[in-house]
């Protein structure tokens, strides 16, 4: 059974007459009357019956209309849902997003994107790049943000390239920071290669006088008060009010800590993960 057929249905409980349901549908009564035989075919019980003072419906007949008076409200409601949000940004939109992005960079983000698509409904995951990439691969989230560079061959937006700095309460001389407690933050692998690789070129020790830490603003205050040192990304560093020096390399390169978005293209069809990538992009210099 299909919308008109419940259309039928109901207009002959309506006028209890064949002629004046068929003139109300616009049909030929032999038409309706076709229709109402294939109905009830589907069905397997009759529906109406005639009669001199026109149609009587059945025992069931007369059951199931109260069902189709239901499914048509439903169908009614739906068809006004869809008229009246046709143009609506909505659905779900599953991010993944690394912690230091979360905690620096994400808010102004989600504030502009929940004020322009109030429909669309956020479940966000704030862990180490590496779980988040993992998420994105396995088809757990829809979106990726990222800190690190990892091999990827479907979307892959570059969103920033920080400077890299070495932080403490005052300036300081590189050549003597062994004599300095250096604060280690726990961070992902690719990042900590890059530091041990500007350690090495710089004849430091990491396993001598070390604090391990995985909280960044532990760090910053540690480094304010002169207890140690560290090295960290400019994302985190707006509100640092001691002393930051740009890292280099030996060979004159910069070290950077790159940042992307991350997705796969077949998700970038819905409009709700498009457009939140836009407003990732249009907040990427905050």
């Not at 002959?12 to 035989?37: D, G, S, V, W």
């Not at 019956?49 to 419906?57: A, C, H, M, Q």
């Not at 009246?84 to 599953?94: E, F, P």
């Amino acid at each position: 059974m299909n919308e008109k057929d419940y259309e039928i249905i109901l207009t002959l409980h309506e006028t209890k007459n064949i002629t004046k349901a068929a003139n109300k549908l616009y049909l030929t009564q032999p038409t309706l009357t076709k229709r109402i035989k294939n109905i009830e075919s589907e069905l397997g019980f009759e529906l109406i019956l005639r009669s001199k003072k026109g149609v009587l419906f059945t025992p069931f007949g007369e059951s199931i209309v109260p069902y189709i008076k239901t499914i048509n409200s439903s169908i009614k409601d739906m068809k006004e849902y869809i008229s009246s949000n046709k143009g609506t940004i909505s659905g779900n939109l599953n991010i993944g997003v690394s912690v230091n992005y979360a905690n620096y960079k994400l808010p102004p983000v989600i504030r502009d994107f929940t004020l322009n698509y109030p429909n669309v409904n956020i479940k966000m995951i704030v862990s180490k790049s590496i779980n988040i990439f993992n998420m994105l691969k396995n088809d757990e989230i829809s979106i990726a943000i990222v800190r690190g560079d990892f091999n990827w061959d479907e979307g892959k937006i570059p969103l920033k390239e920080e400077q890299v700095y070495f932080v403490y309460q005052n300036e300081f001389d590189i050549d003597n920071l062994n004599s300095l407690p250096y604060i280690n933050r726990h961070t992902d692998a690719a990042f900590q290669s890059l530091i041990k690789k500007w350690f090495n070129e710089n004849n430091l020790l990491m396993n001598s006088s070390r604090l391990d830490i995985d909280n960044i603003e532990v760090i910053l205050e540690m480094c304010e008060a002169g207890i140690g040192w560290s090295v960290l990304p400019q994302v985190c560093l707006d509100k640092f009010e001691g002393y930051k020096k740009p890292l280099y390399f030996n060979d004159g390169t910069p070290f950077v800590r790159n940042s992307y978005i991350l997705y796969k293209n077949s998700y970038y069809k819905f409009p709700q993960v498009e457009l939140f990538i836009r407003t990732i992009l249009s907040n990427k210099d905050n």
